[in-house]
């Protein structure tokens, strides 16, 4: 029998206040968060670190997005967009890199119709051995449909942040009730859907951010990708600062993981740039994904959706070698499979059960 002053940690029904007690956790009660979250993670997802080759292959962007350098509004960047020869070319140097999946990542770029994308993902399903993973932006469930009937595999669309309200300040040419209602239909489509937020937005306190934890777990995604909000110099949010407490950030993930054993969980790029070896860090905390970034050098500069993006210079040859020294040091092996969701693997094996995790809070 359980003592009365244990806790199951934070599961898809939990209020907002159970989650706020994790995201306050300090000393030994914090250490047992990070390594309770270290054993979830190798318990259902595994020890291997998945490497998704991430190909930024436009800049081109329809929307205003206040925090994001790539919005139509940003005047001081240059455009660019790479030929579809030329991403499906990227996506062979990321399979030699050890990479199972590469991710397709752009501004909401008119150009790439849904014909052109689904021309583009045939010619790489037919050379490569890959799972391709979507990352363009709001769509709707006609493209979405033939997009996956073309052979992508999976789709990701942040939310961003739970706050109705914060979202349309953010985000002034969308909503958050469309935003959530293309995760549905990314679904619905058959992909297997990926979504999260955006850590320490301004003006959101940390109530907003257990509600982005708590939709996250209710969307029940098979990827959960969050970042922290770094201030973009030519954006209108560039003199917001980061959060005081960097912990938060880490705090997160763990509970994340903790919340959504099953899922894939990155250790997003972002995180370098707040701190060093933040994804390291993350891998030993939680997360099972890292992205080296194979988006040609000559391009990398100016997809900075963030700033002191790290590795801008570095040749895309290379990246992926540096991760896995970094994955090494850490005694994590490299995946081998295509590493799907949950959704996928459950067709495939029985169900497991799962009864959480208990810790003793502090």
């Given amino acids: 029998m359980q003592k009365r002053n244990r806790r199951q940690l ?30 979830v993670r190798h318990k259902h997802v595994g020890n291997a670190v998945y490497l998704r080759g991430l190909i930024e292959f436009s800049n081109i962007c329809t929307k205003a997005c206040l925090y994001c350098g790539i919005n139509r509004r940003n005047r001081k960047i240059k455009r660019y967009r790479m030929k579809p020869e030329e991403i499906i070319a990227q996506c062979g140097r990321a399979m030699e890199q050890g990479c199972t999946t590469v991710v397709l990542q752009s501004g909401e770029d008119p150009w790439f119709t849904s014909e052109r994308l689904c021309r583009m993902i045939r010619e790489i399903k037919a050379r490569y051995p890959l799972a391709i993973t979507l ?100 954006t209108p949010l560039a003199d917001k600062p980061l959060l005081a407490d960097h912990e938060i950030y880490f705090k997160t993930i763990s509970i994340l993981r903790l919340m959504n054993p099953w899922a894939h969980i990155p250790a997003t790029t972002a995180f370098d740039a707040m701190v060093s070896r933040g994804r390291d860090r993350l ?7 890292i992205m080296p970034n194979l988006t040609p050098t000559r391009y990398r500069r100016l997809y900075m959706l963030y700033p002191n993006k790290p590795c801008v210079d570095e040749d895309d040859t290379r990246c992926g070698a540096c991760l896995k020294q970094r994955l090494a040091a850490l005694n994590r092996p490299v995946g081998a499979d295509f590493g799907h969701g949950r959704s996928v693997q459950k067709k495939q094996r029985p169900e497991v059960s799962d009864q959480g995790s208990v810790l003793k809070i502090s």
């Fill in 10 to 39: 934070p599961r898809p029904a939990s209020n907002e206040r159970e989650v706020l007690r994790w995201l306050q956790a300090e000393g030994r009660a914090l250490k047992a968060l990070y390594r309770e979250a270290d054993r």
């Fill in 135 to 234: 990352s363009i932006g709001e769509r709707p469930y006609r493209e979405l449909l033939a997009l996956r009937h073309a052979g992508a595999d999976r789709y990701l669309l942040r939310f961003e942040t739970s706050d109705p309200a914060l979202f349309v300040r953010l985000h002034p040419d969308d909503d958050l009730k469309k935003r959530l209602a293309c995760l549905e239909a990314i679904r619905k489509a058959g992909f297997q859907p990926g979504s999260g937020f955006l850590i320490g937005l301004p003006g959101a306190g940390l109530e907003t951010l257990a509600r982005d934890i708590i939709l996250a777990t209710r969307l029940r995604l098979d990827m959960i990708g969050c970042g922290p909000f770094l201030a973009h110099p030519n």
């Fill in 283 to 289: 891998l030993t905390i939680g997360a099972n994904v």
